[in-house]
C-alpha cells in the first residue's frame, strides 16, 4: 500500500498546469494520498462502492484565502448562473501547449442563463470541475512515459482488461461538491487557453454557490463549502 501511495503522489503532484500557471503558483497545491476506505466518499449514483478500485484524496495547501470568492477571479474568469443539464464520467483532458493536467476532471453539460461577472457567456457548454471517478482504462489509455511507469508501481497495469474497464478510480477532496443535475448554481469558471474552449470551476466547491433569492426579488449566492452568503458583485 505504501508503494501505491508514494507512487499517487509522484503523479498527481505533478497536478496542472494552464495559462495562467504564474497566477496560481502559491496559491494552493494538491498532494494526492491513496487511501483504502471508501466510506464517506460520494461516487456516481451510477457507480457501486466495489466498483472502486481505490480512492485518491487531495489534500490542499492555500497562499490566499479560497473562501473569499474575489481572490479567486483574474483575467479569463467569469461568474455565471447556470442550470445542470447532465454529468458525464470523469476523464483525462487532452494536453496543450498552455495546458496539461494529469488529474481526472468530471464534464458537465450546462446551460449558462446569466453572467454575474466577467466576459459575458450564454448557452450551453461543457464544463469541467477537478476529479470524480474515472474508469481505470481510460487513466492507462492516456498516461505515456513517466505516467506509464507510475501506474504500473500502482498495480494497475496488472489487472485484466475487463477490471480496468469496469474498475474506477475516486479523485476526491475535502473541498469537493457534486453538482446536481437539473438544479441550478452560480459558478466561477476559468477559460483555458486551448484550441478547443475549456472552462473549469475553479477551486473545486470554492467555486459554487446556490441560489436564493430575497423577499425583495434580490439574488443571494450561497457557497455550498463555507456557507457563507455573497452578491458576487465585484
Known amino acids: 500500500m505504501l508503494t501505491l501511495t508514494m507512487a499517487a503522489i509522484l503523479i498527481w503532484s505533478i497536478g496542472v498546469q494552464h495559462s495562467n500557471i504564474q497566477h496560481f503558483t502559491g496559491i494552493h497545491s494538491d498532494k494526492v494520498l491513496t487511501i483504502e476506505s471508501k466510506q464517506n466518499v460520494r ?22 484565502d479560497p473562501r473569499e470568492p474575489r481572490n479567486l477571479l483574474f483575467e479569463g474568469t467569469s461568474i455565471v448562473h447556470l442550470k445542470v443539464l447532465n454529468i458525464k464520467e470523469a ?15 468530471t464534464p458537465l453539460e450546462v446551460e449558462i442563463l446569466d453572467t454575474i461577472y466577467g466576459k459575458d457567456l450564454s448557452g450551453k457548454k461543457t464544463i469541467y470541475n477537478r476529479g470524480g ?29 475487463e477490471e480496468q474497464e469496469t474498475k474506477f478510480i475516486s479523485y476526491t477532496s475535502e473541498y469537493d461538491y457534486k453538482m446536481q443535475p437539473c438544479k441550478e448554481y ?8 486551448t484550441e478547443d474552449e475549456i472552462y473549469t470551476v475553479m477551486e473545486r466547491g470554492y467555486g459554487i454557490f446556490e441560489i436564493f433569492q430575497t423577499d425583495q426579488g434580490a439574488k443571494i449566492y450561497r457557497n455550498v463549502i463555507t456557507g457563507k452568503s455573497s452578491e458576487l458583485n465585484f
Do not use: C, H
Not at 43 to 64: G, K, M
Open 133 to 161: 471517478d474515472i474508469r481505470i482504462s481510460k487513466l492507462l489509455d492516456s498516461w505515456v512515459g513517466s505516467e506509464y511507469v507510475g501506474s504500473e508501481k500502482m498495480g494497475l497495469t496488472k489487472l485484466s482488461r
Open 43 to 64: 461516487i456516481q449514483e451510477e457507480i457501486s462502492p466495489e466498483d472502486v478500485y481505490s480512492v485518491s484524496q487531495s489534500e490542499n495547501s492555500w497562499a490566499v
Open 91 to 105: 476523464e483525462i483532458l487532452p494536453k496543450y501547449e498552455n495546458f496539461y493536467t494529469y488529474m481526472p476532471y
Open 186 to 193: 452560480a459558478v466561477i469558471l476559468a477559460k483555458q487557453q
